[in-house]
């Protein structure tokens, strides 16, 4: 037999291929949306999946402003920060931050499911979230991935 055929392959950023997909959120559940576009950014629908290394695509969110929240989220969901000062502790709902920035929401909500380390903030640049339908991306030419017909 060949040896040579049971070797486990790991990805390296040499041989990884990454590729623009373009994501629409109109009218997708935040926490549904931010799962599967976190799943890409992470590379883990590619067989040469490598945990250590970044192999997942660029990912281009449009119509941020369009995510849906179930229930009551909209006024007890909250954000909660710190300035590093005592009683620094401030708070915002997603009503809130969804009205100062439609993109924050979708970023806070992608960046909670990636890693929480190096590798994690090199996987969030690959986000790009934008409000409406223009981006500026189309030099790159994105493909479109469609979340509902995903499987």
Sequence with gaps: ???????????????????????????????????????????????????????????????????????????NKSYIRHTGYPGGQRSLTSRELFDKDPTRLVEKSVKGMLPKNKLGAVLFRNLKVYVGTDHGQEAQKPTTFNLNNKK
């Excluded at 950023?13 to 931010?34: F, P």
Aim: net charge neutral.
């Design 1 to 75: 037999m060949d040896t040579l055929s049971y070797k486990t392959v790991s990805a390296n950023k040499n041989t990884v291929n990454k590729e623009w997909l373009l994501v629409d959120a109109d009218g997708q559940a935040l926490g549904r949306l931010a799962s599967e576009v976190a799943i890409l950014l992470r590379g883990k629908h590619k067989p040469n999946f490598t945990p250590h290394v970044d192999c997942g695509d660029n990912v281009i969110i449009i119509n941020a402003d369009k995510v849906t929240l179930s229930g009551n989220k909209w006024e």
